[in-house]
Nanobody
Framework: QVQVVESGGGLVQAGGSLRLSCAAS????????MGWYRQAPGKQRELVAT???????NYADSVKGRFTISRDNAKNTVYLQMNSLKPEDTAVYYC??????????????WGQGTLVTVSS
């Protein structure tokens, strides 16, 4: 079994910063990609940023230049540094991981989500 656990959400004023962390654990052979998605009230879940094992990154246009995704492959952990936060960044942020189990079966897992609230 593979799971991911997020941490680091909270309440911050507009213009402030937060850092999210997500650690994957379990029967992992390798992780191909990890990423962050978010879902605001009444909206669909959307991609925020992803990073591959080769450190290739992809960002939503709305967060480019403000958010930075990074990962520690040795710890199976991904981070999301969020700067210059805006009220519209308020959402539940979900971690996602895709890769191979030790049984050489593919996996894709989602975290429970962590709430980020940005006050104006």
């Amino acid at each position: 079994q593979v799971q991911v656990v997020e941490s680091g959400g909270g309440l911050v004023q507009a213009g402030g910063s937060l850092r999210l962390s997500c650690a994957a654990s379990g029967s992992i052979f390798s992780i191909n990609a990890m990423g962050w998605y978010r879902q605001a009230p009444g909206k669909q879940r959307e991609l925020v940023a992803t990073i591959t094992s080769g450190d290739s990154t992809n960002y939503a246009d709305s967060v480019k230049g403000r958010f930075t995704i990074s990962r520690d492959n040795a710890k199976n952990t991904v981070y999301l540094q969020m700067n210059s936060l805006k009220p519209e960044d308020t959402a539940v942020y979900y971690c996602n991981a895709k890769g191979w189990r030790k049984s050489l079966l593919l996996f894709e897992v989602w975290g429970q989500g962590t709430l980020v609230t940005v006050s104006s």
